[in-house]
């Protein structure tokens, strides 16, 4: 599946496994005529969205709960395949939200 061509002030980085949860909630995210997706990653092993909202009472906005959802989820999603995983630390020191079989996979490509 190619990369989505999204862009955004500090970039668009999101795993391949992660996608069909990422992708519709900035898709909702760029309807709301008041927020500013800044950067979408992974780092430390979870999804991180950065917006600029231009309301002051940014905590009880709707976007803020469609991000804390996506987060949610793709805590316990592969970010490689999209199965079921948890984040954990790799053997060479990084932090992923792997299923078993990825997580292997990756070992074995970094040996």
């Not at 999603?77 to 984040?87: K, L, P, Q, V, W």
């Amino acid at each position: 599946m190619p990369t989505p061509t999204r862009d955004y002030l500090c970039g668009y980085d999101c795993p391949e496994g992660w996608r069909a949860i990422v992708e519709p909630v900035l898709d909702k995210l760029e309807a709301m005529p008041d927020v500013t997706i800044a950067q979408v990653k992974q780092k430390f092993g979870g999804l991180r969205i950065y917006v600029g909202l231009a309301r002051r009472d940014w905590k009880s906005h709707p976007a803020m709960k469609l991000i804390a959802e996506a987060v949610e989820l793709c805590a316990r999603t592969c970010e490689s395949c999209g199965g079921a995983g948890r984040s954990e630390q790799t053997t060479w020191g990084g932090l992923r939200t792997l299923c078993a079989n990825c997580h292997a996979k990756l070992a074995r490509e970094r040996a």
